[in-house]
């Protein structure tokens, strides 16, 4: 009768075999994390088309735009210019601020002209100090105003994913339709990636909290 064979482990290639497992894991783990980081942008720009289709022949009932990083407002306004018939939605605006001198601050690059809006068409929201506020306050104003359908929502490309998930649990089954374009940014500089991996680790955050832990809150410190 044949004896059964055992095959002992050293301490030599055991410890081998967790460097070789482990740097698997690091190398997935790095693979992973640097695709998620390149789709962000990505998703950005799909978006970004989807609302080009959209708007082609019409005009979004409104823009909301969030403030926190450079670009932004002058997109709106300019969007805003080209749909005259649009509310514009500014959220997290200083208290010091007033439409009048955000406009005086906002000039076209194309012209070197000043953006002329008609005021009335213009709310602003001095609450927000986060993604969070911006959409709870920008639902809010949504639903001031029931004969808004259709809004386009204005960031920065690296921050529309996270828009997009905190609004989907904001809305949920209701009718409205967001759209989002956003403002790119080239990503040439540390600062610019230094961005979007904090932005990466939120998106991952606000997806646990709402998505998988269920809570109606996501507590954020004041952000960019």
Do not use: C
Request: glycine share 4%; net charge neutral.
């Amino acid at each position: 009768m044949l004896s059964r064979r055992y095959t002992f482990e050293t301490k030599s290639t055991r410890f081998k075999r967790l460097i070789a497992s482990g740097t698997i894991l690091v190398v997935l783990f790095l693979g992973i994390s640097t695709s998620f980081l390149a789709y962000i942008p990505i998703y950005a720009r799909l978006q970004k088309n989807k609302a080009a289709g959209a708007f082609y022949q019409k005009s979004p009932d409104a823009i909301a735009v969030f403030t926190g990083d450079k670009g932004r407002i002058a997109y709106a306004i300019e969007l805003l210019n080209k749909n005259p018939s649009s509310k514009l939605f500014i959220s997290g605006v200083y208290a010091a601020n007033s439409f009048k001198t955000i406009l005086e601050n906002q000039v076209n690059p194309a012209t070197g002209q000043n953006f002329r809006i008609d005021e009335l068409q213009v709310e602003l929201d001095y609450e927000s100090r986060n993604t969070f506020e911006n959409v709870r306050e920008t639902v809010e104003f949504l639903n001031e105003d029931p004969k808004i359908d259709n809004v386009l929502i204005i960031s920065s490309d690296y921050h529309i994913m996270r828009v997009n998930l905190i609004i989907s649990h904001f809305m949920g089954e209701k009718a409205t339709q967001f759209y989002f374009d956003s403002v790119q940014t080239t990503y040439n500089s540390w600062a610019d990636l230094r961005k979007l991996l904090k932005e990466a680790v939120k998106i991952v955050r606000s997806f646990v909290i709402l998505k998988i832990l269920r809570e109606d809150i996501v507590s954020e410190e004041n952000e960019v």
